[in-house]
């Protein structure tokens, strides 16, 4: 099954503007995590939310989590270009061993 | 903060040769893991390995996949006999002990730390 699917696929905005995306998965969760990749680059860390947490907030970066209906948010607030980038959420299913399964990812343009 | 590690950068290889990539994992990190992406696709799990021995695989590591950690230090992927359809970034991870409240990073004890990844084109 699927795991950690995003959407939008692609969002374009504005420097100043916040930039929402989603992430839904199917299966029950330790962990899910939020990773930042730049073209071609590598993935660079942004922020872990447990499945007993609902919120969790780093810098302007505000990640909820409900697991209820197996989803999440991330929100990055006052854009700027640099945060120009591919965001992919990535689940670490329950009684895994880390597994790290990620989405398809959210492509964000910040245009000045 | 400490950082994963991988070298080469960039390797270029025949079909059907043999190539190593490495990994120097964050110190004192227990858990270990490959993933690769293929050029516009999700990153996609290959192994993981605790304890010196491999804990989890994918479908896509088959026999011509191999891990292992020679030393205290490095962690190596070897690609017995490369195929067209193994050319992709390839991302070396490392989480520390959910137990171990000493050698969490930053982002806490659950956090996969990548490397910058070795890109490897098959010719």
């Known amino acids: 099954s699927q795991q950690g699917e995003e959407d939008p696929q692609a969002l374009s905005i504005q420097e100043g503007e916040n930039a929402t995306m989603n992430c839904s998965y199917k299966?029950?969760?330790?962990?899910l995590q939020w990773y930042r990749q730049n073209s071609g680059r590598g993935l660079v860390h942004l922020i872990l939310?447990?499945?007993?947490?609902r919120e969790k907030h780093s810098g302007r970066l505000r990640v909820t989590l409900d697991t209820s209906k197996k989803s999440s948010s991330l929100l990055i607030t006052a854009s700027r270009a640099a945060d120009t980038a591919s965001y992919f959420c990535a689940t670490d299913a329950a009684r895994s061993w880390g597994k790290l399964q990620f989405g398809a990812g959210t492509q964000v343009v910040v245009t000045p | 903060e400490p950082e994963v590690t991988q070298t080469p950068s960039h390797q270029v290889t025949q079909m059907g040769q043999e190539v190593i990539l490495r990994c120097v994992p964050i110190s004192n990190h227990l858990y270990f893991y490959w993933y690769r992406q293929i050029l516009g696709q999700k990153v996609e799990f290959l192994v993981s390995?605790?304890?010196?021995?491999?804990?989890?695989k994918s479908e896509i590591f088959d026999d011509q996949f191999s891990v292992e950690r020679p030393d205290g230090s490095n962690f190596t992927l070897k690609i017995r006999s490369t195929k067209l359809e193994d050319s992709a970034m390839y991302f070396c991870?490392?989480?520390?002990?959910?137990?171990?409240?000493?050698?969490?990073?930053?982002?806490?004890?659950?956090?996969?730390?990548f490397g910058p990844g070795t890109r490897l084109t098959v010719l």
């Open positions: 939310i447990r499945s007993n947490e």
């Open positions: 390995f605790y304890n010196n021995e491999i804990s989890e």
């Open positions: 299966t029950s969760i330790n962990n």
């Open positions: 991870a490392s989480r520390a002990n959910r137990y171990d409240r000493t050698s969490g990073g930053a982002g806490g004890l659950d956090t996969q730390y």
